[in-house]
């Protein structure tokens, strides 16, 4: 059913947007990706995000928001998505929101929160397409 997830960051790519978004971390900006905080610390990725990816049951991508490919960024913008986001990509084709800003937020940092909220909208999302 599902492909793989699609993480979508609210930051741009490269070594000069790493040391922002680093910035940004140290200084806790509230226009820090709520993403970035749970996936990466102030100066690499986390531990114990690397631990918990491993065991989602699919496999990942990653994308900063100048690198969205367009059939996922013609998605967002249809559906007038804020970054950043976590989407599906499904077998047959097409995507699902998998977890929103808002939800991204609600996560504060935490990696562990991040996986049951990706699990639980695995569920519902196995349960309303039955």
């Keep these: 059913?599902?492909?793989?997830?699609?993480?979508?960051?609210?930051?741009?790519?490269?070594?000069?947007?790493?040391?922002?978004?680093?910035?940004?971390?140290?200084?806790?900006?509230?226009?820090?990706c709520s993403l970035c905080a749970i996936t990466?610390?102030?100066?690499?990725?986390k531990a114990e995000w690397r631990d918990l990816e491993c065991?989602?049951?699919?496999?990942?991508s990653y994308y900063h928001?100048?690198?969205i490919p367009p059939p996922v960024r013609g998605f967002i913008q249809?559906?007038?998505l804020s970054l950043p986001l976590?989407?599906?990509?499904?077998?047959?084709?097409g995507?699902?929101?998998?977890?929103?800003?808002w939800g991204l937020g609600q996560c504060t940092?935490?990696?562990?929160?991040?996986?049951?909220r990706l699990e639980a909208s695995l569920k519902l999302l196995v349960k309303n397409r039955r």
């Design 1 to 32: 059913m599902i492909r793989k997830a699609i993480f979508i960051y609210n930051a741009g790519s490269g070594a000069l947007a790493a040391m922002l978004d680093s910035a940004k971390k140290l200084a806790r900006s509230s226009s820090a």
């Design 109 to 116: 940092g935490d990696p562990r929160c991040l996986k049951a």
């Design 95 to 101: 995507y699902e929101l998998a977890l929103s800003s």
């Design 65 to 67: 928001r100048d690198q």
């Design 55 to 60: 065991r989602l049951g699919f496999p990942t």
């Design 78 to 80: 249809q559906r007038s």
């Design 40 to 45: 990466h610390g102030v100066f690499s990725e």
């Design 86 to 93: 976590v989407l599906f990509e499904l077998e047959g084709g």
